[in-house]
């Protein structure tokens, strides 16, 4: 277990874009190759340091997505924040080649890892999804067929991150339930969620309390909160729902 | 918008508190002086990072100001005003 091994002080490493993949409007995933990259866990993050001309310094926090498994590079999934001031240079300017700073992996709460057993829920409101879908893959990656049910939450169809992903993942019949929500925009033909996620939408999707489920709760704070608190309501285990927020606008 | 629309969660600032500590603290247990409640690091209320000047975590139940940690020119400040012990 990465807790029980002895760690030396993070550091910022120089990363190389090798890969970019355009996931949804204005959301983009950079793949990424860390020299001496430690591997890391599903559900943990890394720092992104970028520096301007005149020294000026801005951080922020990305999840992982891609699986511990996945040798390829380290995947980070951005969206773009208007007023956002990494995530702009992240998503439309960045190229293949290019060079980032950054530190990880980090965190130890907010990780699963295939070994447990207890029945999973996943919660995410837009680009939340990123750190769940390390879990997706990493779950995908271990062949485990520990009961999972996704519920995501975005604005449009479109909007949906890892969109063919989640449904071949879905399709493989190994445990994994996906329910998606779409708020705003709907096609046509639609018959899933169309609201916000509600009281009566986790009493469909959620574990019964009884069955011991662990939830990782993601998106925005408002929907986390909102979430997360709905969950204590219907009785899960407060110590079980963890959750990990992105701020106002999430991203 | 008020403040708690802008909070995260203590996991966010796991990279800061490595700054300081050498080990995950993510995941290290503490316990609140204000209400007596044991929970990890990661799963408390965090307000005032990424944007200002340092991180403040306050207990997700009773809001207490567990830890202060201020990154300033030549060096750290770090407060635990609010933690009765930590188990690390």
Known sequence: M?????????TWRLAKVVELVDEA?????LV????????????????????????????RSYSIASAPEDRGGVMLTVELLDDGEVSPYLVDEVRVGDQLELRGPIGGYFVWEAEMADPLLLVAGGSGICPLMAMLRHRAARSSTVPTRLLYSSRSFEDVIYRAELDRLT????????????????????????RR?????????????????????????????????????LGQDPARVKTERFGPTGG | MDETQLRLDGNACGGMLREVFTTDMTAARGACVGCGTVGQVGGQHLYGYPHG???????????????????????YRLGLPGLAWMQI
Request: hydrophobic share 40%; aromatic share 6%.
């Open chain 1, 32 to 59: 990424l190759a860390v020299p001496d990259w430690p591997g890391h866990q599903a559900g943990q993050h890394v720092d992104v340091r970028l520096t301007s001309e005149d020294g000026y310094q801005a951080e």
């Open chain 1, 197 to 233: 996620v509600d009281r009566e939408m986790l009493v469909q999707v959620a574990w019964s309390p009884e069955r011991r489920p662990v939830a990782f709760v993601c998106g925005p704070t408002p929907f986390v909160e909102a979430v997360a608190r709905l969950l204590v309501e």
């Open chain 2, 53 to 75: 000047p340092g991180a403040v975590l306050r207990c997700s139940v009773c809001e207490t100001v567990l830890l202060v940690l201020v990154h300033t020119r030549e060096s």
């Open chain 1, 171 to 194: 399709a493989a019949g190994d445990g994994l339930q996906t329910f998606l929500t779409l708020t705003r925009v709907r096609p046509t033909t639609w018959t899933g969620f169309d």
């Open chain 1, 2 to 10: 990465a807790r029980a091994a002895v760690q030396r002080r993070l």
């Open chain 1, 25 to 29: 409007p204005k959301v983009r995933s």
